[in-house]
């Protein structure tokens, strides 16, 4: 008969033998072994090919992120994260100077139309603020539609 702690798995009937779904029994937490609230936590692929997942539930998962923070490891990618995001706005804010810059010395002249519509009233679009003077000139609504596709890059007009 099924055992209990069988009682999550899938099983197949094929020529009257119960198989067990193998990725079904292994879904509990590999911290404490409970099987509420479960996240897919890593992925690995075993020898023989076939690709295991582990679990984390909710609380073990908190509480092992926030272990792993502590870490020497752990806190180099979170600085190199913050690092990174300092970055980022370091080259927005760089790259927005450099535009308003050049537009009131006039070696950028701000198109009349949109480049995408007949729409007046265009803002400047980056899309990578490493490079200051690659802009996309987009009427408000072009702009919006273009970040609600490829994301959040910025949320000001320049
Ligand atoms: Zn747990
Ligand atoms: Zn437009
Ligand atoms: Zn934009």
Redesign the pocket.
Known sequence: MVQLWYRNATCHIIGGLFLIGEDMVSKYCQSCKGTDNLKANSKQTLKDGTQKTYYLCRDCNTVLKRRYRKTQHGKAVTYGAIRRSQERTRNKVRARRMVMHHIQNGNIRKPDN??????ENVEAHHEDYSYALDVIW??R???ADLHAKVGKLHKTAI
């Open positions: 949109c480049s995408r519509c007949p729409n987009l009427c609504r072009c702009h």
